[in-house]
C-alpha cells in the first residue's frame, strides 16, 4: 500500500511532466491524455468523492487536446 506521501509525489512528477510537454511548440496529445487520466486517477484515490471533478489543468489540458484535433480537422 502506498502512502499519501508517495501518491502526492506521483502526482506531482505527473505535473512536472504536463509542464514539460506544454513547453514544446506541439505538445503531444496522447502523451497528455496519458498524463491527465493518471493524474486524475491518483487524485480519486486521495479523494473522499465517488468522481474528482476538472480542475485548471485537466481543463488546459482538454483544452489543448480539442484545438490539436479541430486542427486536424481543417
Do not use: Y
Not at 512528477?13 to 491527465?36: C, R, S, W
Not at 491518483?42 to 490539436?68: F, G, N, R, Y
Amino acid at each position: 500500500m502506498k502512502t499519501i506521501d508517495q501518491i502526492k509525489a506521483k502526482i506531482t512528477q505527473h505535473e512536472i511532466k504536463i509542464g514539460d510537454e506544454f513547453q514544446k511548440p506541439i505538445p503531444n496529445v496522447e502523451t497528455l491524455e496519458t498524463l491527465k487520466k493518471g493524474r486524475i486517477a491518483l487524485q480519486w484515490v486521495l479523494s473522499d468523492a465517488e468522481t474528482v471533478e476538472p480542475d485548471e489543468l485537466t481543463k488546459k489540458i482538454d483544452w489543448e487536446i480539442t484545438c490539436q484535433e479541430a486542427s486536424n480537422l481543417f
